[in-house]
């Protein structure tokens, strides 16, 4: 009991550092290193953690299966809407410089948004395999 | 504005639909879905066919940047043939999927096949269209994934084990391309296939580009089953969903063969190939193709099975028609992409059928069935005539050039393979003839007929096999513009 | 020896290669097959990211001061190839289960034996 008393005090501290690591890494790869699937892998790291420590059917309520799905379509589709926005807004496919009213921002929102969609599936479809596979053997 | 970006549309179309698949509702919502984005597909791909027939060429740049720093896809003729196929293959799958994958897959997972489907699709024309070997890669390993999970969703276990020694085959030969793809870069220092067509020659005594060159074509001749290297494709046709297998037969095979025509011809030029034993070995290696699967086809008890080692044995066909070197053999080997994609399409829609209303494929349960569902049964010799080679159907054309290709070199022992063969696909399909027409049922239950969704796409294909065997404008046209474009390179 | 030490990089590039390759080949146990592909393709990445070393070049990320970066495609590249890998692997995995469930092993032996006896 007191092991798992440290664990639950330990993880219940860390949890929110490690969210907030995902975000840094998400939102700064355009200037370090970073980007979608980094940030992805390590804020499904955070709730791969919590299930661990505080089993699988909680980790089940804060996350239910059928939004995860939902959100591994939905970073998808950001991904590809970006594409057919610049393609609606008269360039090629992902051409950035149409996004915004000079190229510089244009390139900057292009591939935040690009990023952040590819930190949605990514962290999303890492939760959709732990689930998967963890509750397998219970069933 | 869909003309300037018609390719793009091709590949982003199925990429979108994917995702919105995966979420609907399970029952007929996600197949109507999958059926339409194909049919789209398969007008885009028409319309972009007759934009590029006459010689022209389309070149897109992604995110606009120019080549070669940035990704294009580049269409000529010979890509633009074979994505014709792909869309072409996937409209005639669809209608056939509905009745078929609703009998074969679990209800709860509908949705999720027709998302792994399209992006499967998507896979296969997006390695059709691009123009960088590098995104060539990737869309390979998107179509190589979906495929694997596609075939692990057979009803029996052994499609778990099938689709897990594809994966690891797979893997394998996809790591191998991404080898060669490292040391031609690091060689040239671009990645797109016109600017390294360009720069290649430079360096052509480099053991790096020797190297890389092998790397590449083993790599690539794991997916399209070159002889030795086919050891994953009867296992994985044979337990696949039916609907599955009819796709994969049809297409992936084929853009395999495109990616090695467009990497040994385009990339490496006819000059590396004159300099290297590549010739000889794509000879040697087809023709062991040929005799090899044949007799293992004429064994086998399973009627899938026999029709996978066949599906082998025509693809070393094609890579003896690359063995000659000369336009006459690449001219019967991009024809017989075509006619195989028809042909085999048609021969695994018909046993798809009879498996849809006895639930097996072994031969020994085949016995008078043929009695029973007349329709499918024409079907299936129709299209093994077709396969065998008779004349008036579309297998006639590809051996016919094949044999001209032999006699153009003087090649006599290579002539009687190409007939030795199909006497050999005479003795397989001839199995399968007279157990379903010949022998009477074991049992005396009576079997009906395979419903219309079922039979039509089947026919559409089997009457497809017979026009192009008697008009072969389009195939012979489309071949010998792709002869061109690949020979003559760089400019 | 500069061929030796001039060249280590690719030296250690064949070593995970054939170790990769060796235990996909020659292992019978499914997990222990997809471990090799991954050390196979884990030596692939090496050879990239070796061969886009710039000598005397920083990490190819904009800073002040640096004139001299090392090459940002190959990165680029392996990063791509790293989720195909992962990709893969979790696939593998998945289908690794699903044998366990449908033939109760997965030593590749048994399960051939369990197989040719249908």
Not at chain 3, 57 to 68: K, M, Y
Request: aromatic share 12%.
């Amino acid at each position: 009991m007191t092991d798992n008393l440290i664990l639950r005090v330990i993880a219940k501290l860390l949890i929110p550092i490690i969210v907030l690591f995902a975000l840094y890494v998400q939102f700064h790869g355009d200037f370090g290193p970073g980007g979608g699937f980094q940030a992805g892998v390590i804020f499904s790291v955070a709730f791969i953690l919590y299930a661990m420590v505080y089993g699988l059917e909680t980790a089940q309520r804060v996350i239910p299966e059928s939004v995860l799905r939902l959100l591994a379509s939905l970073g998808v589709l950001i991904y590809a809407g970006t594409g057919v926005a610049t393609l609606a807004l008269g360039g090629n496919f992902l051409d950035y410089n149409f996004l915004a009213a000079n190229p510089i921002a244009g390139q900057h929102v292009g591939i935040i948004v690009i990023e952040l969609g590819v930190g949605i599936t990514v962290s999303a479809v890492m939760l959709l395999i732990f689930f998967t596979f963890a509750g397998r053997g219970q069933s | 504005m869909i003309e300037t970006h018609l390719s793009l549309l091709l590949v982003v179309i199925p990429l979108l639909a994917a995702p919105v698949t995966a979420i609907l509702p399970n029952g007929r919502l996600p197949w109507l879905l999958t059926l339409l984005v194909s049919w789209l597909c398969f007008a885009l791909a028409i319309w972009q066919f007759m934009m590029v027939m006459d010689g022209s060429v389309i070149s897109y740049e992604l995110g606009g940047w120019a080549p070669p720093w940035g990704i294009e896809y580049r269409i000529d003729t010979v890509n633009a043939f074979v994505a014709l196929i792909v869309a072409g293959m996937a409209a005639i799958t669809l209608p056939y999927a509905m009745l078929s994958v609703e009998k074969e897959i679990p209800r709860d997972k509908l949705s999720l096949f027709y998302a792994t489907f399209l992006l499967c699709i998507d896979g296969l024309l997006g390695i059709t269209l691009t123009g960088d070997i590098f995104n060539l890669f990737v869309f390979l390993e998107i179509s190589s994934l979906s495929t694997y999970t596609l075939i692990s969703m057979g009803q029996k276990r052994r499609a778990l084990t099938a689709a897990y020694q594809y994966l690891i085959m797979g893997t394998i030969g996809a790591t191998f391309l991404l080898i060669g793809i490292g040391l031609i870069y690091a060689e040239t220092g671009t990645l797109n296939m016109m600017d390294l067509s360009a720069r290649l020659p430079a360096v052509f005594g480099h053991r790096t580009v020797h190297t890389a060159f092998a790397f590449i074509v083993v790599g690539v001749g794991l997916k399209l089953a070159m002889f030795p290297l086919h050891l994953w494709l009867p296992n994985a046709y044979t337990y696949a969903p039916s609907a599955v297998t009819v796709f994969l037969a049809a297409t992936a095979t084929k853009v395999a063969i495109y990616v090695m025509l467009r990497l040994v011809f385009t990339v490496f030029t006819i000059e590396f190939v004159y300099v290297t034993p590549t010739d000889s070995m794509f000879m040697l290696l087809g023709v062991l193709g040929v005799i090899v699967a044949s007799v293992y086809a004429i064994y086998q008890q399973d009627a899938k099975r026999v029709l996978a080692y066949s599906s082998v044995a025509q693809v070393g066909y094609i890579l003896m028609g690359m063995g000659f070197a000369s336009a006459m053999g690449l001219t019967a080997s991009v024809i017989h992409m075509f006619n195989h994609a028809l042909m085999k399409g048609a021969l695994f829609m018909a046993v798809g059928a009879m498996v849809y209303r006895i639930g097996s494929s072994q031969i020994s349960q085949l016995k008078g069935l043929g009695r029973q569902m007349p329709w499918t049964f024409a079907a299936l010799v129709i299209a093994g005539l077709s396969l065998i080679g008779v004349p008036g159907t579309a297998g006639f054309i590809s051996k016919w050039y094949l044999v001209l290709a032999a006699i153009e070199q003087q090649a006599w022992f290579i002539a009687i393979v190409i007939l030795g063969g199909s006497l050999m696909a005479v003795i397989y399909i001839w199995k399968l003839v007279e157990t379903l027409f010949f022998q009477t049922a074991t049992e005396d239950i009576s079997i009906k007929e395979a419903p219309l969704s079922l039979l039509v796409p089947t026919w559409i294909l089997v009457i497809a096999n017979i026009y192009f065997g008697i008009n072969t404008e389009l195939t012979v046209n489309a071949a010998e513009a792709a002869v061109n474009i690949l020979e003559n390179v760089r400019q | 020896m500069e061929y030796l030490h001039g060249h280590y990089n690719y030296w250690i590039v064949i070593l995970l290669m054939m170790v990769g390759f060796y235990t996909v080949i020659s292992r019978g146990n499914l997990i222990k097959k997809i471990a090799g592909l991954n050390i196979f393709q884990t030596s692939v990445f090496f050879l990239y990211i070796s061969i886009g070393n710039v000598t005397g070049g920083t990490t190819p990320i904009v800073a002040d001061g640096f004139e001299q970066y090392s090459n940002p495609l190959p990165h680029v590249l392996i990063l791509t190839a790293i989720v195909v890998g992962v990709a893969t692997t979790a696939l593998g995995l998945a289908l690794v289960v699903r044998i366990k469930e449908a033939y109760g092993t997965i030593e590749e032996e048994e399960i051939h034996n369990q197989d040719e006896s249908l």
